[in-house]
C-alpha cells in the first residue's frame, strides 16, 4: 500500500500531477522567494548555505497562503503533522521569520492581476507550547536561521527568548500561561508539539485563548499553525482535537465545503509490519517523505529498540495514530458506533447507571434504550481543569435534581448505581421510586434498593463479562452510542487490566487524571438492559417501572 496522505498539498489532478493553487491566488511564491534570499539552513551538513524548502513544503507554503478573491486567507488555521526527525522545528522557524519580516500578507493587486505580498505593518510572532525545552528547540535555530544580511536590513535584535526588530516587530517563545495570552494581538502563532497539549498541563486552555486571540485580530488575518507528532488516542489533546474536527468534516458530520483546519500529514501504510524488514523499510520511507536526511536504517533500530513500545514507534517514526497496547478500545471502533443521528422520546424505554465521585473522578449517569441498546450519557459532572478545579466539589444536589427529573421525565424502567459517597442520596431514590417501581433482586443478592457494590465478588465477575461483552458489541457494530465526546474520551482512555474472570477495564494508573467512569456507565448501562430483558419480572410486570436490585 501506499504512504497515507491528507491535505491540499497532497491533492493530484487527473494527469498526477500535485495540484497547486494559480500564482493570482497565493502570497506563497513571494514567501518562499524572500526565504530563500533572506534565510540561511541553521544546521546539518548545508547549515550556512542558503535556505532551501523541500518540495512537500513549498507545496505547504502555497496552500498555506492560499487567498481568495478579495485576499483574505483561505486556511485561518492548520496543523503540519509528520514522523519524528522530519524537520518540523526549522520548517516552523523559517515561517515565523516570514511572518516577522517578510512578505507575508495581501497589499492590493498588480496591473495583471496578480496579488501584492507585503510585510506585515506590526508583527508580533509566538512560537508557544507546554514547556520551555519545547519553545527552546525553536528558538535556538533563529540564530543561525537569520542571515546577517535580514539582521542588518531589518534591524534585528537577536534576545534568547524575545528578538525584536527596528520597525517594531517582535517573536517570542510562550508556555503554558492563558491568563497571560488572553488579549494578545498575535499576528500568527506556532504551535509546537500540540500532542503535549493536554487538560491537566493547560495547554487546552492556551490552544482556546490563541483561538480568540486569532478571531478578534484587527485585520482578520492572524493565524495559528500546530506541528506536531502523531497524537495518541483518548488522551483529548489539542492535536487530537484538531484530527478530529478534521475527520467530522471528512465523515461528513459538517455542512461546509471544506474543513476548519488545513490539515497536512504523510504515515506510513495502515498495513507496515514491524518485523518484517521489507515491509518496514517501506514503511518508514513512505513516512520519511523528501526528508532524505533521516537515515531509514537508524529509523528502523529506534523502531525495532526493545525499549520502545510497538505504539510508540508507529506514532513517532510512521507519524500512524494508534492506540495503546493495552487500549481497551481504538478510535476507529468507538467511532464506528457513534450515531448522534439516533433520537430517545421520552416514551422509550431505558434504564440507568449511575457511577458517583466528590472531587476528583467524574460522576456519570448514562442510559441504555431497551429496544436496542443505543447508549447516551444524560449527564456528567467533571472537576474543572486548572485554578477552577481548586477545592471543587460536586454539587449533589444538582445531581439529585437531574436524577429526579429523569425519573420524571422519562421511562426509566431500571436503575443501578455505585452507593459509595451517595449513601444518602440512594437510600431516598430507592424509598422515592421503589414504591412505584417493581423490586427485582438478580442472584439473589440484595443490599439496597439502587446499589451496585464492585467489592462483592459475584458483582465483579458479572462487570467483567459485561466488559468483555461491550468490547465485543463495539467490534461487531451490536451496539451505538450518542457520540458524546466526553463519553467517547472515556472510552479511549480505559486500559484492558485482567483478574481471575477475564478481562476488565482500568485507568492507565491510579492517579491519572484521565478518567473512565463515563465508560463504565456506559458499561454498566448496556449490562443492566440485557439483565432486564432476560428477567421474568420486567416480563410480567404490571406496571412499567422496574428497580433492579443487588
Not at 511572518?99 to 510572532?125: N, Q, T, Y
Not at 472531587?359 to 444524560?378: E, K, P
Not at 467512569?517 to 443492566?528: E, R
Amino acid at each position: 500500500m501506499d504512504a497515507v496522505t491528507i491535505g491540499p498539498a497532497w491533492e493530484r489532478d487527473e494527469s498526477g500531477e500535485f495540484v497547486k493553487p494559480p500564482l493570482a491566488r497565493t502570497l506563497g511564491l513571494h514567501a518562499i522567494l524572500w526565504a530563500q534570499e533572506m534565510l540561511r539552513q541553521p544546521d546539518g551538513p548545508d547549515a550556512g548555505g542558503p535556505w532551501s524548502f523541500t518540495a512537500e513544503q513549498l507545496r505547504f507554503v502555497l496552500h498555506w497562503y492560499a487567498i481568495d478573491a478579495r485576499g483574505r486567507f483561505v486556511w485561518p488555521y492548520g496543523m503540519l503533522q509528520r514522523m519524528k526527525g522530519a524537520g518540523k522545528d526549522p520548517f516552523g522557524a523559517a515561517l515565523c521569520a516570514i511572518e516577522l519580516m517578510g512578505p507575508c500578507r495581501f497589499g492590493g493587486w498588480d496591473k495583471h492581476g496578480f496579488p501584492i505580498a507585503v510585510p506585515h505593518s506590526s508583527p508580533w510572532v509566538s512560537t508557544a507550547a507546554v514547556s520551555k525545552d519545547q519553545t527552546r528547540n525553536t528558538m535556538v535555530l533563529f540564530p543561525s536561521l537569520i542571515s546577517d544580511a535580514a539582521k542588518e536590513r531589518y534591524g534585528v535584535d537577536m534576545g534568547k527568548e524575545i528578538i525584536h526588530t527596528a520597525r517594531g516587530g517582535r517573536l517570542e517563545a510562550v508556555t503554558s500561561s492563558p491568563r497571560a495570552l488572553e488579549g494578545g494581538r498575535q499576528t500568527f502563532t506556532l504551535k509546537n508539539e500540540t500532542h503535549h497539549w493536554l487538560e491537566n498541563n493547560e495547554g487546552l486552555a492556551m490552544a482556546e485563548v490563541i483561538d480568540r486571540n486569532a478571531v478578534k485580530s484587527r485585520d482578520g488575518s492572524s493565524r495559528a499553525l500546530a506541528i506536531t507528532n502523531a497524537h495518541v488516542p483518548g488522551e483529548n489533546s489539542d492535536a487530537e482535537r484538531d484530527w478530529e474536527a478534521f475527520q467530522d468534516w471528512a465523515a461528513g458530520r459538517l455542512k461546509s465545503d471544506r474543513p476548519s483546519l488545513m490539515l497536512d500529514s504523510l504515515s506510513a501504510p495502515p498495513d507496515t509490519d514491524l518485523a518484517d524488514d521489507d515491509s518496514l523499510r517501506r514503511g518508514v520511507e513512505a513516512a520519511r517523505g523528501d526528508a532524505v536526511w533521516l537515515d531509514i536504517e537508524r529509523v528502523m533500530a529506534s523502531i525495532r529498540d526493545p525499549r520502545m513500545s510497538p505504539t510508540l514507534s508507529r506514532r513517532f517514526y510512521l507519524n500512524q495514530v494508534v492506540a495503546s497496547e493495552d487500549a481497551y478500545l481504538t478510535a476507529p471502533e468507538v467511532d464506528s458506533c457513534a450515531a448522534p443521528h439516533k433520537i430517545v422520546s421520552p416514551k422509550d424505554e431505558i434504564v440507568l447507571f449511575f457511577d458517583g465521585s466528590t472531587t476528583q473522578d467524574t460522576t456519570g449517569l448514562v442510559a441504555s434504550r431497551l429496544a436496542d441498546g443505543h447508549v447516551f450519557t444524560v449527564a456528567a459532572w467533571e472537576r474543572p481543569a486548572g485554578p477552577r478545579g481548586e477545592g471543587w466539589e460536586v454539587d449533589k444536589q444538582d445531581v439529585d435534581r437531574v436524577v429526579r427529573r429523569v425519573m420524571a421525565e422519562r421511562n426509566v424502567v431500571a436503575f443501578w448505581g455505585d452507593v459509595l459517597h451517595f449513601e444518602g442520596l440512594h437510600d431516598a431514590w430507592s424509598q422515592d421510586f421503589g414504591k412505584e417501581l417493581i423490586l427485582w433482586a438478580q442472584m439473589g443478592r440484595f443490599q439496597h434498593a439502587t446499589a451496585w457494590d464492585m467489592r462483592n465478588g459475584t458483582n465483579v465477575k458479572a462487570f467483567t463479562e459485561a466488559v468483555e461483552r461491550f468490547e465485543t458489541d463495539v467490534r461487531s457494530g451490536e451496539i451505538t452510542h450518542d457520540g458524546d465526546p466526553r463519553l467517547r474520551g472515556h472510552l479511549l482512555n480505559a486500559r484492558r487490566r485482567p483478574n481471575k474472570f477475564g478481562i476488565t477495564i482500568g485507568k492507565e494508573h491510579r492517579m491519572s487524571t484521565r478518567k473512565i467512569d463515563l465508560a463504565v456507565c456506559a458499561i454498566g448501562a448496556a449490562m443492566l438492559r440485557r439483565n432486564v430483558l432476560a428477567s421474568p419480572a420486567y416480563k410480567k410486570r404490571k406496571k412499567p417501572g422496574v428497580l433492579i436490585a443487588f
